[in-house]
């Protein structure tokens, strides 16, 4: 149960970030779009790859991100809610810049249809993360066992975590471009 409140409350983040991320960039335009670009220009070498090598390289940068920002949860909990923070942030920056080109449900277009699954995979995963910092606490200063809750939350991610973000990324190849030419 904890589980569920943490998520919710990491959602709330997330999409408290995203506003901010947005409303700043709306004020401060020229120079997000500046730093936009150079974020995106690093993900040219992406255009040449197939289809099925672009979905794996898009999972295992989200799975690899979201394990470790859940295992760097025993800290108290601080990473993962940087993590889904500042995911949160770029989110908003991204649909403020990009809006001006596209118009807003164009760029929404481009993130929901894959960002349904993501967004909460990543979510889960930083839920646990934050989930482990409160068991890290409890083994610190209550002397309760620390271990289990660590091969559990790696259970939790690989049954749960996993297959979401491998959807998300069959998704964000396959279905989002299909969905954002549509509109």
């Given at each position: 149960?904890?589980?569920?409140?943490?998520?919710?409350?990491?959602?709330f983040?997330?999409?408290a970030?995203a506003?901010?991320?947005y409303t700043?960039?709306?004020?401060?335009?020229?120079?997000?779009?500046?730093?936009?670009?150079?974020?995106?220009?690093?993900?040219?070498?992406?255009?040449?790859?197939?289809?099925?090598?672009?979905?794996?390289?898009?999972?295992?940068?989200?799975?690899?991100?979201?394990?470790?920002f859940?295992?760097?949860?025993?800290?108290?909990?601080?990473?993962?809610?940087?993590?889904?923070?500042?995911?949160?942030?770029?989110?908003?920056?991204?649909?403020?810049?990009?809006?001006?080109?596209?118009?807003?449900?164009?760029?929404?277009?481009f993130?929901?249809?894959?960002?349904?699954f993501?967004?909460?995979?990543?979510?889960?995963?930083?839920?646990?993360?934050?989930?482990?910092g409160?068991?890290?606490?409890?083994?610190?200063?209550k002397?309760?066992?620390?271990?289990?809750?660590?091969?559990?939350?790696v259970?939790?991610?690989?049954k749960?975590?996993?297959?979401?973000?491998?959807?998300?990324?069959?998704?964000?190849?396959y279905?989002?471009?299909?969905?954002?030419?549509?509109?």
């Amino acid at each position: 149960m904890r589980l569920v409140y943490i998520s919710v409350l990491l959602a709330f983040i997330f999409f408290a970030s995203a506003y901010i991320g947005y409303t700043s960039a709306k004020e401060n335009l020229d120079l997000f779009k500046g730093y936009l670009e150079k974020f995106f220009s690093g993900f040219e070498f992406l255009k040449g790859y197939r289809s099925e090598v672009l979905v794996l390289i898009i999972f295992l940068n989200n799975a690899i991100k979201s394990l470790v920002f859940m295992l760097a949860g025993f800290f108290f909990g601080i990473a993962p809610i940087l993590f889904i923070a500042t995911n949160g942030f770029l989110l908003g920056i991204v649909l403020a810049v990009k809006e001006v080109d596209f118009g807003f449900f164009r760029v929404l277009s481009f993130v929901v249809p894959h960002g349904i699954f993501e967004i909460p995979a990543v979510i889960l995963a930083s839920a646990q993360g934050v989930l482990l910092g409160y068991r890290f606490y409890e083994s610190l200063f209550k002397g309760k066992e620390f271990k289990r809750h660590v091969k559990d939350s790696v259970v939790f991610y690989l049954k749960y975590v996993i297959p979401i973000l491998l959807i998300a990324a069959f998704m964000e190849v396959y279905v989002t471009p299909l969905v954002a030419s549509l509109i």
